[in-house]
């Protein structure tokens, strides 16, 4: 029995990737895509590993990769979102995303989902990197599957309110906008059964180390991250407006635990594979 959520999630996440470069006719470059394994694990070691020797602070063994298993689920996060031409563009945002967790922290808390800041950094910093939001299509049969796998893995972290929250609210806006525009339900469904809206609302918002702790605070962040993408995606239309939306008001998160005061989330590899507990 799996006790560890985040071996489950690396399970569906790699399920996903399979399933995509089998069944959609992505054009990845196998090498792109060890770049990004390469990068992440590199960065995570070099992070967890040789700097806290260097500063005396003790580690593991040498060829340990400490939190290996956050390294590996930001590794598939980029690898089934980013697209690129170059290595140097995929390792740049795999060691970006890890290196975010250790540069861009308040209270011990790192506030930027790591595989949404290395997109981000990738877009800005490189002219052939992209994000495909339509790259999955719009089957049912994608949507039953994302929404069952999400749904085993937010149960089991404790989060699945949050990406309800995002889901309901953008979903909500697309309802008014749909009547007000006079189109069919066809056009309502068709947005909301995107395949990259429902993996970034199933598994990059509801990162359960970098959002908000108390309940509240994630329902607030949630709704804020759904109207931003709502105004980017349909007024500014600005295909990739969920990133961008996340990687904005990422920023709130310390802000709202400040605010709203509850247990830090650590994960735990007994009973249920996660353990909500203060941190000193």
Not at 124 to 134: E, F, I, N, R
Request: hydrophobic share 55%; net charge positive.
């Amino acid at each position: 029995m799996v006790k560890d959520a985040r071996i489950a999630q690396i399970g569906f996440l790699l399920l996903f990737l399979l399933l995509g470069l089998s069944s959609r006719d992505w054009t990845i470059r196998p090498e792109l895509l060890a770049t990004v394994g390469i990068s992440c694990l590199g960065t995570q070691w070099l992070t967890r590993n040789l700097i806290p020797r260097w500063r005396g602070q003790g580690a593991g063994p040498w060829w340990g990769v400490p939190g290996w298993q956050s390294a590996v689920i930001t590794a598939l996060g980029l690898c089934l979102l980013l697209r690129g031409n170059h290595a140097g563009t995929m390792a740049l945002a795999g060691s970006g995303a890890i290196a975010s967790k250790s540069l861009f922290r308040i209270q011990d808390k790192h506030f930027f989902n790591p595989a949404n800041f290395g997109i981000i950094l990738a877009l800005v910093l490189t002219p052939d990197a992209w994000v495909s939001p339509g790259q999955w299509g719009t089957q049912a049969w994608y949507f039953l599957l994302f929404i069952a796998a999400g749904g085993i893995v937010l149960r089991w972290v404790g989060r699945w309110d949050t990406s309800m929250v995002f889901l309901g609210t953008y979903g909500a806006l697309e309802a008014i906008r749909t009547v007000l525009l006079g189109w069919t339900v066809d056009v309502y469904f068709h947005k909301l059964m995107s395949g990259s809206l429902l993996l970034f609302a199933l598994f990059m918002v509801t990162d359960p180390r970098s959002i908000p702790n108390a309940k509240q605070a994630r329902w607030i962040w949630a709704g804020a991250i759904a109207w931003l993408t709502f105004l980017l995606q349909e007024q500014l239309f600005i295909s990739t407006g969920m990133f961008w939306a996340l990687f904005f008001l990422a920023p709130l998160t310390p802000l709202l635990d400040f605010l709203w005061s509850a247990p830090r989330f650590t994960w735990q590899s007994l009973g249920r594979g996660f353990s909500l507990k203060p941190l000193n």
